[in-house]
């Protein structure tokens, strides 16, 4: 099965934002409409390897009738850093950021959730532990951006496939509270078998504290006193991720 990464999840979604030119008046021709045309007809033709980010975060952006979203496009990744950095950042900052406004702002974020509700989709169909690429790719765009610690816990049954994805708790900037008796109180009301954990580092260095892993060991030792397996607890951050499985921290 092919993996996903934010930017091919992003292009199943782009076109629920962009309507197509019909929508714009006929007796208006505006001097970007050719443009749009132009930039559509090379996203169909070529696919999305052929735009670099920022014209597809301009047809993103075509969801804004009558404006030029060129320039809007490259001061948004200007601003924020990257394409996922824009789609993932807070609405409320994208409606207050200059020229954007609710309507693109609702653009960008409606293709966030439309390419995490892609990912879960295609990790909910196969066995978790033996699609890595998967997961990672869904923790990613799920929680990889946020600006405030999530940690996530991800519930599997007996073949491994996805019960829940749940937050369990939403902390600061480094640090999330984690109490391992409601990890096995929630994981034995769902009646799992194994569980994965999952934060985020704000920071974007994915490399664990300490305070991590002595909470990690916790969680897992009081799985084991109810049978339920720990497979691993990853950690996601801007720069990469960290499996504590192979770094042989479980």
Known sequence: MARRGLGEATNAAVFAAAPSSKDDPKDEKPHYHGHRERLRQRFLEGGAESLPDYEL????LFAIPRKDTKKLAKDLIAAFGSLAEVV???ANKLADFPSLGDTGATALKAVQAAAQRLLRTEMKNTEIISSWQALVDYLTVKAGYEPIEQFRVLYLDRKNKLILDEA???GTVDHTPVYPREVVKRALELNASALILAHNHPSGDPKPS???IDMT?????ALATVNITLHDHVVIGRGGHVSFKSEGLL
């Open 217 to 221: 060991r916790k969680v897992k030792d």
């Open 88 to 90: 993932s950042a807070d």
């Open 210 to 212: 300490r305070a991590d």
């Open 57 to 60: 975060l301009e047809l993103i």
């Open 168 to 170: 369990l708790g939403r």
